[in-house]
């Protein structure tokens, strides 16, 4: 079963605007991290947030955790057209040794 | 500085015939996983090796089984390939076995099981 969950399932914006994905799931984590996949690529690593903390911002790229609510967000702001990739949240849990990636949310930049 | 190399980048096999995916890694990391993807699910966990000569089982490992021949490398082997084995498979790495740094991938195998 997935742990983690991202939502929407698709997202297409225009370049310049900003762009929010969540990323829900169930059981207690050490960490929640942020990864890119280009198409027909590998996994990018974006970013890592502790379960100890609420945010943490990268760039362009602001990451929340709420863990209260068993949730994660990661925002791109003013988006490039570079940006168009499909965006992954994986969970590590406290319970379960292992890195659990959720279905992705698609992103599409539009110049 | 290569990373995380896999080969090969696509294969087509038939149903029944065995073959063996090739990973290896330069960053002198402990922990390696073999993940599949999938249309709408992720990537969901085979294998892992949290370090040399050990290995344990992920979310899906039926019908695949693993190798940790040294540090550097981890291959995935399928036996009896079957349909539902086609798929996009990720090999990745990381520092530690509770990953707090981050997992590099390699950039895929395309597998066809006709």
């Known amino acids: 079963s997935q742990q983690g969950e991202e939502d929407p399932q698709a997202l297409s914006i225009q370049e310049g605007e900003n762009a929010t994905m969540n990323c829900s799931y169930k059981t207690s984590i050490n960490n929640l991290q942020w990864y890119r996949q280009n198409s027909g690529r590998g996994l990018v690593h974006l970013i890592l947030i502790r379960s100890n903390e609420r945010e943490k911002h990268s760039g362009r790229l602001r990451v929340t955790l709420d863990t209260s609510k068993k949730s994660s967000s990661l925002l791109i702001t003013a988006s490039r057209a570079a940006d168009t990739a499909s965006y992954f949240c994986?969970?590590?849990?406290?319970?379960?040794?292992?890195?659990?990636f959720g279905p992705g949310t698609s992103l599409s930049v539009i110049p | 500085n290569a990373g995380v190399t896999q080969t090969p980048k696509f294969q087509v096999l038939k149903t029944g015939q065995s073959m063996t995916l090739q990973c290896a890694q330069d960053?002198?990391?402990?922990?390696m996983y073999w993940y599949r993807q999938d249309p709408g699910m992720g990537l969901r966990l085979i294998y892992y090796s949290a370090s040399e000569g050990t290995t344990d089982k992920g979310e899906v490992p039926n019908g695949y089984n693993v190798s940790r021949l040294n540090k550097r490398e981890f291959s995935l082997r399928l036996e009896s390939a079957a349909p539902s084995q086609t798929s996009v498979y990720f090999c990745a790495s990381s520092e530690q076995r509770r990953p707090n740094t981050e997992a590099f991938f390699g950039q895929g195998t395309r597998l066809t099981v006709v």
């Open positions: 994986a969970t590590d849990r406290t319970s379960y040794d292992k890195v659990i």
């Open positions: 960053m002198n990391h402990n922990s």
